[in-house]
């Protein structure tokens, strides 16, 4: 029903910055969240940070100070800016929308982009 699409992975050095994008399309009903997840090798999927329709912000404790979400509503987009990017931030990261009306809410996910920081 939707499609999610990242993109701004890529290859750093360490203290570099990079900014991801994720643009949902599709059937859209109502995006209420939309958030960055990431999995490094040997790790569990976990939140990065997530904006809701609202303007409420949530991060990482591993991330705050360093990168920052943003989203434009009208066209459905969420960003990352990661800045001071350490070699542990190597992962891939994933956007995830909810969208839906109350009861009817559903999440989608992105295929993911890489980024990968060197020392």
Known sequence: QVLVVESGGGLVQAGGSLRLSCAASGS???????????????????????????GTTTYADS??????????????????????????????????????????EYDYWGQGTQVTVSS
Not at 33 to 43: D, L, N, S
Not at 79 to 98: F, G, H, I
């Open 28 to 54: 859209i009903s109502s995006i209420s969240v939309m958030g960055w997840y990431r999995q490094a090798p040997g790790r569990q999927r976990e939140l990065v940070a997530a904006i809701s329709s609202g």
């Open 63 to 104: 991330v705050k100070g360093r990168f920052t979400i943003s989203r434009d509503i009208a066209k459905n987009t969420v960003y990352l800016q990661m800045n001071s990017l350490k070699p542990e931030d190597t992962a891939v990261y994933y956007c995830k929308t909810r969208d839906g009306w109350p009861g009817y």
